[in-house]
């Protein structure tokens, strides 16, 4: 049953992004970690607190202050939120140094497997009333050497036109602009949705008012989300930034990059039209 809410709070949103996370996380991650790589992580995390704490001068009010902040963020449910904004992209940063083809970025906290499945030309699903510019997104997946990859899958999702995701916000049908498209024998799509709007991290949660107390601004850039992948090949994580969109260049994040940015173009009917072409690296 949805709601007329249009203001779904962060601890909704937080919860649905732990759920999400543990629905998706494959099972046994972690549990192959030797224990002398677990020493090395974790002892260079401290440190880095460590030598913050001796730099700032960090008080004891200031100490209580951020145990009582993390006990929130736990009780939310904002972990998957807090690492996605402040630590990911630099994780994705460190991959990439040693990953070839299309450029990836972070996955974010508003993933959702097992979507729809649809044609190399589809639209996503939407409400019938659906608010925003139409979008039409088109491209072909392509192995290093520029073959073509049959039957590719994009997995695609994106916020609706007021910045809302579904499964994330209770007035918006589950798999809202969500779905997995499976390319053609050429690895080409063409993929009808809306050009989603820019967002804002949930203003009332443990993350929001940290941003507000830090005099950061909250916002994130309009940006489709994608998982490319094909059998043989290394999955790509990324996001497609819009030209000459709000917040591209101060985005609270830290995620976006200059090449992977769309340059949308009008069409006879109205409708946008982007284009980008996808190159996997195949494995081992």
Known sequence: MTTTDPS???????????????????????????????SAVVQAVLSGVHDAIRR?????????????????????????LVLDVFIEHVVEEVAA??????????????????Q????????????????????????????????????????????????YYSGFAPHIPNGNLRGVVVCNEQGRFEISTIKPAPYQIPPDGPTGKLIDAAGW??????????????????????QLYFEDGEWLADDVAQATKPEPVLHPQPTDDGRLHARYDFALEPLG
């Open 8 to 38: 779904p709070t962060a601890a909704r949103s937080g919860a649905s992004a732990t759920e999400a996370f543990r629905a998706s996380r494959p099972q046994g991650t972690g549990t192959e970690v030797s224990a002398e790589r677990v």
């Open 56 to 80: 700032t001068k960090v008080t004891y009010p200031e100490f209580q202050g951020a145990k009582q902040w993390l006990i929130e963020v736990g009780e939310s449910g904002e972990w998957p």
């Open 97 to 114: 140094d040693s990953q070839h083809g299309t450029q990836g970025s972070i996955l974010g906290p508003y993933y959702l497997p097992d």
């Open 116 to 163: 729809t499945r649809l044609p190399s030309v589809a639209r996503l699903p939407m409400r019938s009333d659906e608010k925003g510019t139409a979008l039409v997104f088109t491209g072909q997946v392509r192995n290093l050497d520029g073959q073509p990859l049959a039957g590719a899958e994009l997995d695609i999702w994106h916020a609706d036109d007021d910045g």
């Open 217 to 238: 601004h909250p916002w994130r850039p309009a940006h489709l989300h994608l998982i490319v992948r094909a059998p043989g090949f290394r999955p790509i994580t990324t």
